[in-house]
């Protein structure tokens, strides 16, 4: 029987460079910078299974004032400091399965070539003069604030500490000199910044007239120095968004922008969360004209993560800490409870009667169920193998299916993800309700063999798939799935060329393991 390809790319013929933000190293890794680092990942995990020749970049932003104090409390150098936080951000996306290609750190020396030639370019340019600011400054969000910004007592509406009056001789970027050309960029091209609603609030930020801002630090020492001007450094964010490029290059090669944009760039994405929004949809594209680079595709701003309805923080004692999520439950259970759950651009709460109902109803019950029912039965009773024909269609699932994964794809494709997931579960829904309307074991009870046999092949057909689907959300769990159901190993490049309403294959034999996902009790 002929596969049906649905969509396939071949390798090597697309590109999709997918990051992360670079995250700050003043702390270890919190569920904030987890939530990202998942949703790229299941982003890059299907995109390579659609056979795009996939770059996932994530990595850490280094410099500033903020990291240099935290290095200070901890009695370590800047440095060591840096270095210790950044194992431990790799620690945690190795226990959360992220298969980065990339590791981009704002330290490293190719990083500091390319920034310095960046600026370079920008100064040669035109577009940096020296000036003198006076404002307002928050340390934690490393941004010039207005008081309009911020809340009582000069106070940062995200990060709820003070932000810092601000005076200095600065080199400053003329980001004003772009607001025509942004106007224009964003206007040419409706979906460089999605979900649709967050361009609202970028237009209203370029119609209140973009503003020149500083580039240059003279009381930061822990930074990348200006070129041939001794005593200043310049500004983090003017230096982390080249992490993007530089973090491209392969160390043995010549630390050089046209280096850094000859592979991947420009980005096919930068997913980042709403609050730095304006560094990535704003100065970002405006940075990038100047120096006469090409501008990346798209920015999706995702919303926050709240707990038990409320904002997170540190002062309130209330996060969730990914660690210990993973230690009392599992790293697919996480992934997928977050993915499945929350509106992918918008806030989400996290509860823990919600994760374990969530995760519980749809793993353990739903998916975990109807295989292990299927399984048992075609072990028992046909010694693990069976035949049968695909177009005798009796659970009559064909065009659920087929529409199923038309949607999945155009979900995926336009990084509706809970939505995708939705439709995935619909067809698991569907098939349970089908299953036992049949109710198989009733059927051998009466002798009825082939109708059986008819029934238990189209659910493993199905089941096949969803291993499949799910790979990019759950992969522990959809490896242990195709293994269970007798194949040898998911191909992550190239297993949706395999996907289809189509016979199991010959020689197929299902094992039954111990539950790929069982149910999550209540740990405190
Ligand atoms: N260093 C900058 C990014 C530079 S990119 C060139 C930065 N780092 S960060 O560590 O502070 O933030 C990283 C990401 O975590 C941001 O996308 C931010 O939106 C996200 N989150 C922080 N708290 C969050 C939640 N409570 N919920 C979801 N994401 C949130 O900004």
């Given at each position: 029987m002929l596969l049906v390809k649905i969509g396939f790319v071949d390798k090597n013929k697309e590109k999709f460079y997918i990051t992360t933000p670079l995250y700050y190293v003043n702390d270890v890794p919190h569920i904030g910078s987890a939530y990202t680092t998942i949703a790229c990942d299941c982003i890059a995990r299907y995109k390579r299974l659609r056979g795009f020749d996939v770059c996932f970049l994530t990595g850490t932003d280094e410099h500033g004032q903020k990291i240099f104090k935290s290095a200070k409390a901890q009695n370590k150098s800047p440095q060591e400091h840096c270095d210790f936080i950044t194992g431990e951000f790799q620690k945690l996306w190795k226990l959360l399965n992220i298969e980065y290609d990339k590791f981009s750190r704002t330290?490293?020396?190719?990083?500091?070539?390319?920034?310095?030639?960046?600026?370079?370019?920008?100064?040669?340019?035109?577009?940096?003069?020296?000036?003198?600011?006076?404002?307002?400054?928050?340390?934690?969000?490393?941004?010039?604030k207005s008081e309009k910004e911020l809340l009582e007592g000069n106070l940062c509406p995200v990060h709820k500490q003070r932000a810092q009056d601000y005076e200095e001789k600065n080199y400053f970027f003329a980001l004003s000199k772009y607001q025509d050309k942004l106007i224009q960029f964003l206007s040419s091209t409706p979906d460089f910044i999605q979900p649709e609603f967050r361009k609202n609030e970028v237009m209203g930020w370029i119609k209140e007239g973009l503003k020149d801002f500083p580039i240059s630090r003279r009381s930061v020492s822990w930074g990348i120095p200006i070129p041939n001007h001794s005593g200043q450094t310049i500004y983090?964010?003017?230096?982390?968004?080249?992490g993007y490029i530089s973090g491209l290059i392969d160390d043995s090669n010549e630390p050089t922008i046209a280096e850094g944009i000859k592979s991947y760039w420009p980005a096919s994405i930068h997913v980042i969360g709403k609050d730095i929004l304006r560094f990535h949809a704003v100065y970002w594209p405006c940075?990038?004209?100047?120096?006469?680079?090409?501008?990346?595709?798209?920015?999706?701003?995702?919303?926050?993560?709240?707990?038990?309805?409320?904002?997170?923080?540190?002062?309130?004692?209330n996060v969730i800490d990914p660690y210990e999520l993973i230690n009392t439950y599992s790293t697919d259970a996480i992934r997928f409870f977050f993915m499945r759950e929350i509106t992918f651009g918008k806030d989400g709460d996290y509860t823990k009667e919600n994760f374990l109902n969530r995760v519980n109803s749809d793993l353990a019950?739903?998916?975990?169920?109807?295989?292990?029912?299927?399984?048992?039965?075609?072990?028992?009773?046909?010694n693990g193998e069976i035949n049968g024909d695909p177009s005798k269609d009796l659970l009559q699932l064909k065009s659920k299916f087929d529409s199923t994964i038309n949607l999945y794809s155009k979900h995926m494709d336009n990084l509706?993800?809970?939505?995708?997931?939705?439709?995935?579960?619909?067809?698991?829904?569907?098939?349970?309700?089908?299953?036992?309307?049949?109710?198989?074991?009733?059927?051998?009870?009466?002798?009825?063999?082939?109708?059986?046999?008819?029934?238990?092949?189209?659910?493993l057909i199905i089941l096949?798939?969803?291993?499949?689907?799910?790979?990019?959300?759950?992969?522990?769990?959809?490896?242990?799935?195709?293994?269970?159901?007798?194949?040898?190993?998911?191909?992550?490049?190239?297993?949706?060329?395999?996907?289809?309403?189509?016979?199991?294959?010959?020689?197929?034999?299902?094992?039954?393991?111990?539950?790929?996902?069982?149910?999550?009790?209540?740990?405190?």
């Open positions: 330290t490293s020396t190719k990083h500091t070539h390319l920034v310095q030639e960046f600026f370079k370019r920008v100064y040669d340019n035109g577009d940096i003069y020296e000036g003198e600011y006076t404002g307002l400054y928050c340390e934690a969000c490393e941004d010039f983090v964010w003017f230096d982390a968004l080249l940075m990038l004209m100047s120096a006469s680079l090409p501008l990346p595709k798209k920015v999706f701003g995702h919303g926050f993560l709240t707990k038990d309805g409320e904002k997170m923080g540190k002062t309130t004692g019950n739903n998916l975990g169920n109807l295989l292990n029912r299927t399984l048992n039965l075609v072990n028992k009773n046909f509706e993800i809970k939505e995708a997931l939705d439709s995935l579960w619909q067809l698991i829904d569907s098939t349970n309700k089908a299953f036992n309307d049949i109710a198989p074991w009733k059927l051998l009870k009466s002798g009825d063999i082939e109708t059986t046999k008819c029934c238990l092949y189209e659910t096949r798939n969803i291993s499949i689907l799910t790979y990019p959300f759950i992969p522990e769990t959809s490896v242990k799935i195709y293994k269970q159901l007798g194949y040898d190993k998911l191909d992550k490049y190239s297993e949706w060329e395999r996907l289809g309403f189509n016979s199991l294959g010959k020689n197929i034999k299902v094992t039954v393991g111990s539950p790929v996902f069982p149910r999550l009790e209540n740990k405190t």
